[in-house]
Nanobody, 118 residues
């Protein structure tokens, strides 16, 4: 069965960095577009980034462009999100999910909490 397990979140000061990981199984990771989405308290879920199966094509929401970097290791079936210059508005639960170039599946993991606060 499909499994996606996020990790790497935590409490970080504004301006700090974190790297999130998403370990996957149960599907052919190397052939699949992957996405990161996030949900802040009281807000709707927000798509933030996607990456194609090769890792070459990446796209970001404007609010994280230049600060976040999505990547993948197809040999390890793992997706990453490097987050730099973190801001308080980045505080949210972050989820990885699979999909296509135009769609992402409903997140099924527990997510990982990122809190940016001094």
């Amino acid at each position: 069965q499909v499994q996606l397990v996020e990790s790497g979140g935590g409490l970080v000061q504004p301006g700090g960095s974190l790297r999130l990981s998403c370990a996957t199984s149960g599907f052919t990771f190397s052939n699949t577009w992957m996405h990161w989405v996030r949900q802040a308290p009281g807000k709707e879920r927000e798509w933030i980034s996607r990456i194609d199966s090769t890792g070459i094509l990446t796209t970001y929401v404007d609010s994280v462009k230049g600060r976040f970097t999505i990547s993948r290791d197809n040999a390890k079936n793992t997706l990453y999100l490097r987050m730099d210059s973190l801001k308080s508005e980045d505080t949210a639960v972050y989820y990885c999910t699979k999909g296509t170039d135009t769609h992402y599946d409903e997140p099924r993991g527990q997510g990982t909490q990122v809190t940016v606060s001094s």
